[in-house]
Structure formats: C-alpha cells, structure tokens
C-alpha cells in the first residue's frame, strides 16, 4: 500500500506563484510514473503533468510554460511548480502515481485545494 500526501496549496492572487509537494510512504519513484492531476467542482479530473522515473515530463497544454513538474527521488517527493497562476487553475490538486511494472497499481492523493482569486 502507497499513501501521497499533498501539501502546499492555498490562496494566492492571480499572476503570483504557489509549489505543491507529493510525499510518498515508500520508495516508489525509480517504478512509478507520478503525476498531478487537477477537478474543479462540477467538472471532470484532467491531467496536469507527469515525470517518468527518468525525469521526462509531459504537460497539460493549459499549463505550459506556467509550471514545472520534478521530483527529489531521495525524499520520495514530487512537486508542482506553479507560476503565473490564473483564476482558471483553481482545482483540488492531486498527487498521482502509476505503478510501471506488473502488477499495475494506481494510488491517488487526498488532494489539495488551490484557489487563484484577487
């Protein structure tokens, strides 16, 4: 069993800047992609950004640019950069991993709120 825990998010004014944190319970990082993920209320969960264990990452196109995904395997800890937020980021944020070797596995964060407001 893997446990993520969020942390880091908050209230801040359109423009300024926020970094969320993803601690894992164990090891996980050299065989799990990690990913965050954002749902604001009433609409579906989209993908944010992912780092493989080599540290190549993919972005959302909405947030290109803006933020930066990495990772301290060491820790055991992912991050989200956020910069230049925009009131349209405003979303619970999840810490995702994805278990890369068999058998598959998924775990899922308890989520963090992010609000960009003036």
């Known amino acids: 069993q893997v446990q993520l825990v969020e942390s880091g998010g908050g209230l801040v004014q359109p423009g300024g800047s926020l970094r969320l944190s993803c601690a894992a319970s164990?090891?996980?990082?050299?065989?799990?992609?990690m990913g965050w993920y954002r749902q604001a209320p009433g609409k579906e969960r989209e993908l944010v950004a992912t780092?493989?264990?080599?540290?190549?990452?993919y972005y959302a196109e909405p947030v290109k640019g803006r933020f930066t995904i990495s990772k301290d395997n060491a820790k055991n800890t992912v991050y989200l950069q956020m910069n230049s937020l925009k009131p349209e980021d405003t979303a619970v944020y999840y810490c995702n991993a994805h278990k890369m070797v068999y058998p598959r596995a998924e775990y899922w964060g308890q989520g963090t709120q992010v609000t960009v407001s003036s």
């Open positions: 164990g090891t996980i990082l050299s065989i799990y992609r």
């Open positions: 780092i493989t264990s080599d540290g190549g990452g």
